[in-house]
């Protein structure tokens, strides 16, 4: 291939590969889209990284950063140059514990990040589904949030600073090691979000939160999905701060209970919170303030855990809510969808609507205390793909219409890219455009995505 004895100059003898298999394995993500590159390297230093981009600047070669290809939007996948992060940036540098924060590289597992500090009782609060095995490089770059998001926000309310490669080759220090930083533009919550279309992240500096002593969750069932969002918004007017706070909609109680039996039959709606405190009187008063609230929404069932089984079980149809949903269909098309908290009842009402319309199922569920819901439009067969995505361009539109957003935490990337002029204008289109000429003259870093 072309390039491949200068990679390889570079990154040295079996960093660069152009085989059948890597470009296979490294050319699609959870979306399952496929867009095959020409070169999957494994940069091993900053200084590398920074030679790659200086090269595929002079030669109009794209690059896109990857982590650990476990992104919902198809935001890491793209032709030419893959950068392979997770094998050689995955080193956790330094937990400051003074300053409650940790450097480290973005190819680290955001799961095994909170194993480490889990002896110094500290944790990254960012939590998606995927925490397990996917790196806290891509949470950033696709600004994730996850069940913790109602409490402590999304991955950008949880970056100090970071090192960043421009498309040039030139190297960026963003942002310093202080909570408050006024100085200048924020390029740091710039960079968040941006997709690898900016630059390439090789080092983050994260807030850390002291973990909570004491732990409850609390399952609470409606006999309908507006009793649950009223109660879920009088519930945060009321002050207390849950830690989690999810739901599933009548269709995700069915498919669950249809396997699982956990749920009563009369239930249409369930609601699931988890509180925490460092003291335990604290957690009972909440609990009880809880329940008070809940009350007057008519609940069906009000259950609090008693014990780590109880936990698991109040937990169980939430986790495994995506799976579930396949009770519907052999394929599914699922966004995440954001309204303001107040109007997701409206929503729901107005996806139910969509669904009749199309002739399609609708099943929601998602974290109702940001307004972040899981909208999964099932498909029987791939002949209503077509129509499929016509609903789905209809559920954007009245999102948009509520003042909500295409996505809360699983990015653009490709899947969404054509839905961006449905959400901004022309003029910010424009801004955008120019912002990443100003960090990308020549439109090398992860191109075509973001309807850029």
Excluded at 108 to 135: Q, R, T
Excluded at 292 to 301: D, G, K, Q, V, Y
């Amino acid at each position: 291939m072309k390039h491949f004895s200068c990679l390889e100059e570079i990154v040295g003898v079996g960093g660069v590969y152009c085989d059948e298999a890597h470009l296979s394995v490294y050319g699609f993500d959870s979306t399952r889209l496929e867009k095959r590159p020409s070169y999957v390297v494994f940069p091993q230093n900053e200084n590398q990284i920074a030679q790659i981009l200086s090269y595929a600047n002079a030669h109009l070669i794209p690059v896109t950063p990857r982590g650990a290809g476990s992104g919902m939007s198809g935001g890491c996948i793209n032709e030419g140059i893959i950068l392979a992060m997770q094998k050689y940036f995955s080193s956790i540098i330094h937990i400051d514990l003074e300053n409650l924060c940790v450097t480290l590289q973005p190819g680290v597992i955001n799961g095994y990040l909170n194993k480490i500090l889990e002896p110094h009782h500290l944790f990254f609060p960012p939590d998606p589904a995927s925490s397990a095995f996917s790196s806290v490089g891509g949470n950033i770059a696709e600004n994730a949030g996850g069940m913790n998001a109602v409490r402590y926000g999304v991955s950008k309310n949880h970056i100090l600073s970071m090192r960043v490669v421009l498309g040039s080759g030139e190297i960026l220090q963003l942002g310093h090691k202080t909570y408050k930083d006024v100085a200048g533009y924020d390029l740091v919550g710039l960079m968040c979000g941006s997709e690898g279309t900016l630059g390439v992240i090789t080092e983050m500096t994260l807030k850390l939160a002291p973990k909570p002593k004491h732990i409850t969750s609390v399952l609470i069932c409606f006999d309908g999905i507006k009793a649950l969002a009223e109660a879920s918004c009088a519930i945060l007017a009321s002050g207390l701060s849950p830690y989690a706070m999810e739901f599933l909609d009548s269709l995700m109680v069915a498919a669950l209970n249809h396997k699982y039996q956990i749920y009563p039959e009369q239930a249409k709606a369930v609601l699931i919170i988890k509180l925490m405190a460092n003291h335990l009187d604290s957690l009972e008063r909440d609990v009880l303030e809880l329940r008070e609230i809940a009350a007057r929404f008519s609940p069906l069932l009000f259950m609090r855990a008693q014990n780590q089984d109880e936990e698991e079980r109040i937990w169980f149809g939430r986790k495994n809510a995506s799976q579930a949903s396949n009770f519907y269909g052999v394929k599914k098309l699922n966004e995440d969808i954001t309204v303001p908290r107040g109007s997701v009842a409206k929503f729901l009402h107005r996806v139910e609507k969509i669904s009749q319309k199309y002739g399609l199922t609708i099943a929601c569920f998602g974290h109702i205390g940001d307004g972040n819901i899981h909208t999964n439009v099932m498909l029987k067969n791939e002949s209503e793909l077509d129509v499929g995505k016509q609903a789905v361009r209809e559920l954007f539109a009245q999102a948009i219409e509520m003042g909500g957003t295409l996505s809360g935490e699983h990015g653009i990337g490709l899947s969404k890219s054509s839905f961006m002029p449905m959400a901004f204008g022309d003029l910010e289109m424009r801004i955008f455009r120019e912002i990443k000429k100003v960090f990308d003259p020549n439109g090398i870093l992860n191109p075509h995505k973001m309807g850029l």
